[in-house]
């Protein structure tokens, strides 16, 4: 059974950093292309960043791009997302999610095959 736990999260001041990990069990990790998305009150998921299953190549949603930064240590099965210079707008529950073959379709809440229970980011002052 597929199982990813997230955990790192908090509240924070704007301009914070904060440091997210998905440790996964239960699957081959290192062959899954892994995602983060989140979830503000009221708003549907969004995508966030996706790094393939090797590692060498992501993407990152302009509203991130610059300030996160995703990583993967596959002999640990985990996935890391770095936050930097947190703005209240980053507010949101935090998921990671894994998939095959998600090359052409990261961007697709409904592409992924596997979720965690989210964990919550609160950037405030």
């Known amino acids: 059974q597929v199982q990813l736990v997230e955990s790192g999260g908090g509240l924070v001041q704007p301009g914070g950093s904060l440091r997210l990990s998905c440790a996964a069990s239960g699957v081959t990790f290192s062959s899954y292309d892994l995602a983060w998305f989140r979830q503000a009150p009221g708003k549907e998921r969004e995508f966030v960043v996706f790094?393939?299953?090797?590692?060498?190549?992501?993407r990152y949603a302009d509203s991130v791009k610059g300030r996160f930064t995703i990583s993967r240590d596959n002999a640990k099965k985990t996935v890391y997302l770095q936050m930097n210079s947190l703005k209240p707008e980053d507010t949101a529950v935090y998921y990671c999610?894994?998939?095959?073959?998600?090359?052409?379709?990261?961007?697709?809440?409904?592409?992924?095959?596997?979720w965690g229970q989210g964990t919550q980011v609160t950037v405030s002052s």
């Open positions: 790094i393939i299953r090797g590692g060498y190549s992501t």
């Open positions: 999610a894994a998939g095959t073959d998600m090359r052409t379709t990261y961007y697709y809440t409904n592409s992924w095959n596997y």
